[in-house]
């Protein structure tokens, strides 16, 4: 499978291990990623792809459109029964 934006992801490596995040582009041989919390739009971290599991789940656009509305998708998704 291929990374595209827009897509979430697991870190399996940093200090956000096992945190889930949502690809916002590509840098050279880097992913782009942010959550919204740690990471802002504003800001993403550029991660080693290797260091990224990929998930099914995509977002639709409008859930990245700010931070907060990231948050609460992204915390929805790793708490989908509360």
Known sequence: MELKIG???KSTAGHDK???MVI???EKNKVLV???KHRKLEKP??????????????????SMAT???LRKTLNKMSNPGG
């Open 7 to 9: 897509q979430v992801v």
């Open 45 to 62: 971290k550029c991660k080693n792809p290797k260091h990224l599991q990929e998930t099914e789940m995509f977002l639709e656009p409008d």
């Open 18 to 20: 096992g945190d889930l």
């Open 34 to 36: 942010c959550d919204g």
């Open 67 to 69: 931070n907060k509305m």
């Open 24 to 26: 916002a582009g590509f």
